[in-house]
């Protein structure tokens, strides 16, 4: 008797310390803006943020969200100074940064490139795992895939040639072009990766309907060549739909929204 009631003591300790660290979270530091918008879709209530200082940035997505969490540059200092459980970055801090924090016991998670929607579901999974929020991720994948089914059913067609401010466009092997892919139209960069725009090509050969993100940002590549005077009065004439930034910026879910929103405009008589 005097042992099972030891054991069955250790074993209400032990699920009494779960639920004590479980009550706690977790401290999630973010290195950057794509890497924040992870955070804030994927932490939990009780979780603490960190937030990268672009956390409510223009193309930050989930930028309304971003409010009351702790802004920490991507240093050593600042990062010892949160004393993180796990480490969100897509681009944000430098190798020996991460190797300082991976060498005192930190998670680092990697948000990688990705060129396809598969890929993007490979990243919320990844960050979804490290989080202990499977749940919270397998939403986010299905709310994407019944965005991109939608996409698929608009009916849209036809060629289109993506252009940001600062003058470049993307090819079928990016996440542009997946997006374009799922919306049911095709590239026309005369690259399959991202390459800067020739004005002088443009307006020699001038597509048909123009897909823009990131001109919203008005400070922001003011005299890119894709704000060319010559190429504003072209894309005035020509079919045209805009993207938000924040929804192009990141390898993340909302790259769905972004294709579905392209469908419908392009669908359109």
Do not use: K
């Amino acid at each position: 008797m005097i042992r099972r009631g030891g054991a069955a003591l250790v074993l209400g300790l032990a699920l009494f310390c779960a639920d004590a660290v479980r009550a706690e979270g977790l401290r999630i530091l973010s290195l950057d803006q794509c890497a924040d918008q992870f955070a804030l879709a994927l932490g939990g209530p009780e979780d603490r943020l960190f937030l990268s200082p672009r956390a409510d940035d223009p193309d930050s997505h989930l930028r309304a969200q971003a409010w009351g969490h702790a802004r920490v540059r991507p240093t050593l200092e600042a990062a010892l100074i949160a004393r993180p459980d796990v480490v969100l970055r897509y681009w944000g801090g430098e190798p020996r940064l991460l190797t300082a924090l991976e060498r005192r016991g930190v998670t680092v998670v990697g948000i990688e490139d990705a060129t396809d929607f598969d890929g993007v579901r490979a990243n919320v999974r990844r960050v979804a795992d490290a989080l202990g929020r499977q749940d919270a991720g397998r939403g986010l994948i299905a709310d994407m895939d019944e965005r991109l089914a939608s996409a698929a059913g608009a009916g849209a067609s036809g060629s289109a040639l993506y252009m940001t401010a600062g003058g470049f466009t993307a090819g079928e092997n990016t996440l542009v072009g997946a997006i374009m892919r799922a919306a049911g139209l095709r590239s026309l960069s005369p690259s399959p990766w991202f390459a800067p725009v020739s004005v002088e090509r443009l307006l020699l050969e001038p597509p048909a309907r123009f897909v823009l993100a990131f001109y919203e940002q008005v400070r922001a590549d003011w005299r890119g060549p894709g704000r060319h005077p010559a190429l504003r009065r072209l894309i005035d004439d020509r079919a045209v739909t805009r993207l938000s930034g924040s929804a192009m910026a990141c390898p993340a879910w909302f790259a769905a929204e972004a294709a579905e929103a392209l469908a419908v405009e392009a669908a359109r008589p």
